[in-house]
């Protein structure tokens, strides 16, 4: 409810929270922009209103994502972990406080908001320690595919549906044979008249469970000259029959996110279900990328500095040799040494984020983003568990997590 009551003249309303519309590429212009604080300096890694690419009209935003997740994830996290899957009810809350759909035009059906705003949602969660919702896939790569290749068809059908969180969204790329080589999948779709008949499966598939559309990536001419060249996009819905979903995928962390196999039995696909141009799968999925590696690289981040923070916080707390385990010099210097790691991963990630926002962030500069990101994540991970000492292996841990 707090969403709804942001000032008009930052977020407009018409019967649902809309996100910060920028004014122009260069977000750096904000007003105030010299007085914010860069995350070195502040008390916090997690604090509202620091770093120079948000704005004031992000920093009221950020506050009514943040309530969102403390009051509708957070209590009820535990009990999705045990179900293998968030409810329903958690999607079309998120539509209605305008969490879905952020960054895709508002002529489309989506919010209209800019890059930043739909940031704030996935770095919010990753504050929050919640992995269960599926938000930023459905929102920042399966949303994007459909507004930039769908027919006008395909998005008044879909877009409008999944801002609301009634209609969700996946990707299915990876296949129990071809996981990151995308060129060695064996899904295939053949003409049959004017429809296609789809067969194959795909498996590790996010949102897959609660998916009521999902991107298929398909062969589709098997005397192109390479792969990538005979590959295309369906979008299959929920209900068809012949699609059938497996088990949901028990894994060993990621416990509430929904990740589940597909199997395609002779799906009929009308043409209109063909999403872009036939043969064109391959490089849609390519363009797409740099977005992709984006958001796990700010996730990643996110979730160091989440880290940190709880790490900071439990030995300021804990006791051992008669004094807090902070005042120890070994732990100082540890503590030291992750802030360094993750706020300079922190400036590089804001960096590739101004730069994505003024469409100028190459695949390369991402891809970079994503591997440093994830490996500071990771070392930040084992670091922080260890400074828990036994207690970093309890479930009820935050850290563990």
């Known amino acids: 409810m707090a969403a709804r009551l942001l000032l008009r003249g930052s ?7 809309h996100a910060p519309r920028p004014s122009r590429p260069a977000r750096c212009s904000h007003y105030g922009w010299k007085e914010r604080l860069e995350s070195p300096f502040a008390k916090k890694l997690t604090d509202i209103g620091i ?4 704005s004031s009209e992000h920093d ?12 509708e ?3 009820y996290h535990t009990e999705w ?15 209605k406080q305008g969490l879905l759909g952020i960054n895709i035009e508002e002529h489309h059906g989506g919010v209209g908001g800019d890059l930043y705003s739909a940031a704030i949602v996935w770095e919010e969660q990753a504050y929050s320690n919640c992995t269960g919702p599926g938000f930023s896939l459905h929102s920042n790569i399966v949303m994007p595919y459909i507004s930039n290749y769908g027919s006008e068809e395909q998005i008044k059908h879909f877009i409008p549906q999944m801002t609301a969180g009634k209609c969700i969204g996946a990707l299915a790329i ?6 990151s080589d995308m060129q ?18 795909k498996v590790f598939i996010t949102n897959g469970w609660l998916s009521d559309v999902v991107i298929v990536m398909t062969i589709t001419n098997r005397e192109a000259s390479s792969p990538s060249h005979g590959t295309s996009l369906f979008l299959v819905e929920n209900g068809m029959k012949g699609f059938i979903k497996g088990r949901k995928l028990h894994k060993m962390g990621l416990k509430a996110q929904d990740t589940a196999e597909l199997f395609f039995e002779d799906v009929r696909l009308p043409a209109s279900a063909l999403l872009g141009e036939e043969n064109k799968g391959f490089y849609y999925i390519m363009k797409q990328l740099s977005q992709e590696r984006l958001i796990i690289a700010d996730i990643a981040i996110s979730a160091s500095e989440f880290m940190f923070e709880e790490t900071r916080n439990y030995v300021k707390q804990r006791k051992a040799f008669g004094k807090p385990l902070a005042h120890m010099q070994t732990v100082q210097h540890k503590l030291a040494e992750l802030k360094t790691h993750i706020c300079v991963t922190r400036a590089f990630v804001d960096s590739c984020l101004q730069l994505h926002e003024e469409k100028r962030l190459d695949a390369a500069t991402a891809a970079m983003a994503k591997y440093w990101a994830s490996e500071v994540q990771n070392r930040v991970a084992y670091d922080c568990v260890q400074l828990h000492g036994g207690w970093g292996y309890m479930w009820e841990y935050p850290i563990a997590k």
């Open 174 to 179: 990876t296949e129990p044979g071809a996981g």
């Open 184 to 201: 060695g999948i064996r899904t295939n779709a053949k003409k049959d008249g004017s429809d296609w008949i789809l067969n194959g499966s």
């Open 73 to 75: 994830v957070v209590p």
């Open 51 to 54: 770093r120079r690419i948000f």
């Open 81 to 95: 972990e045990k179900a293998g899957e968030v409810s329903r009810e958690l999607w079309e809350k998120a539509g």
């Open 60 to 71: 009221i935003f950020r506050e009514s994502v943040r309530k969102f997740f403390q009051e």
């Open 11 to 17: 977020l407009r309303w018409s019967g649902r929270l």
